[in-house]
């Protein structure tokens, strides 16, 4: 499979656009009552097809979001969308640099390592002028992609409390370092989770470095200033780490973001349950400051 670039510009996809797969991956909370697939319809950049996160999920996990579906049914989606195993794929959102991450992320933990995020987005992209389209997208069906899951990119819930355990023993010198994408305010446990009956807080010597942090407007910051965000935070740039959020989705904007710092994929993972699954559970150590 090729080797491109993981972050690209608007202008570089509007000269590339006949040579790669698009998809849209817009996402939002449920309270905030959006609809993603008429915004869709409504505004995309052309040949663009709307990928659902709350669609192409595993499906047998009902009590959490968006779990990363199984490599199975991950290849009938694609092959839906008509992409094939050696297509460059480029995602993008109606954020800039957010939920696209998640799908970024989705594709590389089952073996798709050609894939790009736009960066800006979509307003990055009607920024500079560019068309957009409207209407359903006219997907051409293929058969035959294989999807094989990356298991060192992917974290449940069992290791994750093992590794805090480890942390706890060691006064956090032993262990993989967590690093938590939520606002301060929810990492903290002095405002509310979005969804009810869930606590907020966090888990026993995580780090919060909040995604909006890794952004300048709808765009992702320099690798210096993104080392600069994490460092800050107390992040250990060389230290293996697991992401975590309130679903999956932030954490791997995290995740992206730490590639772009120059962090090695092989340190990091995501902790795709994540504080949903973590709280959701009576035995989770719950921390609040």
Not at 113 to 118: A, E
Not at 239 to 242: D, F, G, K
């Given at each position: 499979m090729q080797k491109v670039d993981r972050l690209v510009s608007a202008q570089w996809l509007y000269d590339n656009l006949s040579k790669v797969k698009v998809l849209d991956?817009?996402?939002y909370l449920p309270f905030m009552n959006r609809d993603v697939q008429k915004e869709f319809e409504d505004k995309h950049i052309p040949g663009a097809q709307f990928f659902d996160i709350d669609g192409i999920?595993?499906?047998q996990k009902s009590d959490l979001p968006h779990m990363l579906p199984p490599p199975e049914f991950f290849g009938r989606s694609?092959?839906?969308f008509g992409i094939r195993n050696d297509d460059h794929v480029v995602v993008y959102d109606s954020a800039g640099v957010g939920p696209a991450c998640r799908v970024f992320w989705t594709f590389q933990a089952l073996g798709h390592?050609?894939?790009?995020?736009?960066n800006g987005g979509l307003p990055g992209w009607t920024a500079k002028g560019h068309k957009t389209d409207l209407g359903r997208a006219s997907p051409k069906p293929t058969t035959g992609y294989k999807a094989h899951l990356i298991e060192p990119l992917v974290h449940e819930y069992d290791a994750v409390v093992k590794n805090i355990e480890q942390l706890k023993a060691s006064?956090?010198?032993t262990g993989k370092q967590i690093v938590d994408a939520r606002p301060n305010g929810r990492f903290t446990g002095k405002e509310p989770e979005f969804r009810p009956g869930l606590s907020s807080g966090h888990?026993?010597?995580s780090i919060n470095v909040p995604f909006m942090q890794v952004t300048n407007g709808s765009e992702l910051k320099s690798p210096e200033e993104l080392r600069k965000v994490f460092e800050g935070a107390g992040v250990d740039l060389g230290?293996?780490?697991?992401l975590s959020c309130g679903s999956g989705v932030t954490a791997s904007v995290l995740y992206f973001a730490l590639l772009n710092a120059g962090v090695d994929r092989k340190n990091l993972s995501v902790y795709d349950g994540s504080w949903t699954e973590y709280a959701l559970n009576p035995k989770s150590e719950i921390i609040k400051d």
């Open positions: 991956c817009s996402w999920k595993d499906l694609m092959d839906s390592d050609s894939v790009s995020v736009l006064g956090g010198k888990m026993p010597h230290h293996p780490t697991i």
